[in-house]
């Protein structure tokens, strides 16, 4: 299987605080991998590099035959636009535009837009009915399904979400996680950062860190997970 | 989808943007009004000037004219003299020459023209200074004549007169009143038409038609100057002023100054005036649309790291709210030159009792203004070009 995600010797550091101190990792095309830790480990920083939000001090962090670290200010916008599909916690949909706007926006940045195709993604997510409400009239986890939507209409090559089901319900937070099944059955590669270890068992591999730094990895894709503590 | 999104914006944050297009709307009103009235001012001073009286005289080349026709050439004869010196008088000019060598110049700016014989006559024991013109014309060249009676309609009309009020006063005439009038032994027996009341120095003369004081005279023929009412602004006046002199190379030409002058300088005060209080109102609207750009900026922080983060260009991002406030000022542009327009029509029946014309290049220029007002005050969304989505999601 391709390697979609190759980190090595990654650091970053802010200021005398270094959030990263030499993670590396592979991840394989269709592969979904759960990041955990405590807070402050560096989970959401990793993903943010991995993402183009934000850079790395030192190492590689290759998304794609991308080496991200390399990328100037309008490359990054560029990778992102083509290659990542962001799910984060606090949801994050633009407040004045309806779920379909939102969803549509991804697609005005990445190219052209399609309305037909946004709606089919919503009503893929179950929202085929909240098309024109705006987020302050859908509940989280309808938000959450939005933002669902908009990661993946532009068939990203990697699904980063960092905490997708910590700003929901039980009942929501199934929903999004059964969704996430689901897209990884259809074989997209996704990142998830998580606190919750059941959800992190859903997940193919369970990476953890530890002050900037990966302490464990966890295979659950064979029958009987193995743990390789570092 | 620009559109749509642009749409989204406008009415998601309606409440703050209400703000900086209320600031526009009331700028583009007082800016619109104010170059309309600029715009439209000259024409209407020019009109306002043109009821103080003739501003040309065309007079014999060595005679210096003074600022006011009435003081020019009072023919160099007088009652007291008893003699005729029609001859001797190189001071007054052929009417015939004159009104020639006018005719061929046509000229649209004239309004008015008539030629002007001043003698010293005496009615009774009295001294008065006559003007002899085309009555016709006189309303023409004077519009601030108050007349008592009736005008002579006619310059053939050799019978009637017209007299200032003092004169009138001074010898008891009305209009009706009979009114001999001598001069170097000749007669004049005329019909008092109306009392005029100019408010200056016409006061004290008596109109006639010009073959009246030019018989009572014996200068027949001649005319001591012509006085024309030129139309338009002071630039005009100079243009026609050169044109007659050089048609008429053998008189002098000149425009009355004070008149010309005033009125190019009011104008220009004016002008600077309101110059002033365009460009005062499109800094404090400028700082208007800042200040609350400013707050929106904040707000807007958090959707721009988002947009970021979605692989949105600077430059797509910054755009979408650059044009945001270019809408914005569009609206207010538009709304503002209808107010502003509204504002000028009733400013100018306030203050020249006339209807101020809607000059249409007026829509264009302060919607222009209006949008590049409202870009220099959203200098503030400059630094949403410098969001970093991880810092906004950080919290920070």
């Known amino acids: 299987m391709a390697t979609v995600v190759q980190v090595e010797g990654l650091r970053k550091q802010y200021g005398n605080v270094c ?12 592969e979904w991998i759960a990041f955990m830790g405590p807070s402050g480990s560096g989970k959401t920083t990793l993903i943010n590099i991995l993402g183009g939000l934000d850079t790395p001090t030192a190492g590689q962090a290759i998304v794609d035959g991308t080496d991200v670290a390399r990328l100037d200010e309008a490359g990054l916008t560029r990778f992102r636009a083509e290659k990542i599909g962001f799910v984060f916690q606090q ?28 709606r089919l993604a919503l009503e893929r997510v179950g929202l085929g009915d909240r098309l024109k409400h705006l987020p302050s009239r859908l509940s989280g986890g309808e938000q959450q399904r939005v933002a669902v939507a908009r990661a993946l209409i532009n068939h990203p090559k990697l699904v980063l979400a960092d905490e997708p089901t910590g700003n929901l319900d039980e009942a929501n937070a199934e929903t999004v996680i059964r969704l996430l099944r689901e897209l990884h059955e259809e074989g997209h590669t996704i990142l998830m950062v998580t606190h919750d270890p059941e959800i992190g068992q859903l997940a193919d591999r369970r990476i953890d860190l530890a002050h900037g730094r990966v302490v464990g990895i966890s295979d659950y894709s064979a029958k009987g997970a193995v743990r390789f503590d570092r | 989808m620009f559109w749509r999104i642009l749409f989204q914006m406008l009415r998601g944050s309606r409440g703050r943007l209400a703000v900086a297009l209320v600031a526009l709307i009331s700028g583009a009103a007082v800016i619109s009004a104010l170059i309309n009235l600029d715009l439209d001012i000259g024409s209407k001073l020019t009109e306002e000037f043109r009821t103080l009286g003739a501003n040309v005289v065309i007079a014999p080349r060595d005679v210096q004219a003074g600022s006011q ?5 009072t023919a160099k004869v007088d009652a007291s003299s008893g003699a005729d010196r029609n001859a001797e008088a190189p001071l007054l000019m052929n009417e015939a020459d004159v009104l020639k060598q006018l005719g061929s110049v046509q000229l649209r700016e004239v309004v008015a023209a008539a030629p002007y014989l001043y003698i010293v006559s005496r009615a009774e024991k009295t001294q008065v200074v006559v003007a002899g013109t085309w009555l016709d014309q006189a309303l023409k060249l004077d519009p601030t004549w108050k007349l008592t009676g009736n005008w002579v309609a006619s310059r053939e009309d050799q019978t009637h007169c017209l007299v200032g009020s003092g004169v009138a006063r001074q010898l008891h005439l009305a209009p009706g009143s009979s009114l001999e009038l001598s001069y170097s032994g000749r007669v004049a027996q005329l019909r008092v038409a109306g009392v005029v009341n100019a408010g200056g120095a016409d006061d004290n ?6 073959p009246v004081a030019q018989q009572l005279s014996g200068l027949s023929g001649r005319i001591g100057l012509v006085q024309l009412s030129v139309g338009g602004t002071a630039q005009n006046v100079t243009g026609v002023v050169a044109t007659l002199a050089n048609a008429l190379p053998d008189y ?3 425009a009355i100054r004070q008149v010309t002058e005033a ?16 460009l005062l109102i499109l800094v404090l609207t400028a700082l208007c649309v800042l200040a609350t750009m400013a707050a929106l900026a904040i707000e807007r922080r958090e959707d721009v790291g988002l947009m970021k983060a979605l692989g949105g260009s600077i430059s797509r991002v910054v755009g979408l709210f650059l044009a945001e406030v270019g809408v914005l000022g569009a609206i207010g542009g538009v709304v503002g030159c209808v107010a502003g327009v509204a504002l000028s029509i009733w400013m100018g029946q306030r203050v020249f009792a006339t209807a101020i014309s809607v000059r249409w290049e007026i829509f264009p220029l302060t919607i222009g203004l209006m949008i590049i007002v409202a870009l220099a005050g959203a200098a503030p969304l400059r630094m949403l070009g410098k969001v970093k989505p991880a810092v906004i999601f950080r919290g920070e």
């Open chain 2, 252 to 254: 002098e030409v000149r």
């Open chain 2, 205 to 210: 003369q008596i109109f006639m038609n010009l």
């Open chain 2, 69 to 73: 026709p009435n003081s020019q050439v």
């Open chain 1, 19 to 30: 959030a990263l101190d030499g993670v590396s990792f592979g991840v394989h095309e269709g």
């Open chain 1, 91 to 118: 949801f994050h949909l633009v407040p004045y535009l309806t779920a379909l706007e939102n969803v549509m926006l991804a697609q005005y940045f990445h190219s052209t837009t399609d309305e037909n195709e946004a």
């Open chain 2, 263 to 278: 009125e190019g300088s009011l104008l220009a005060r004016l002008r600077l005036l309101m110059f002033s209080m365009v």
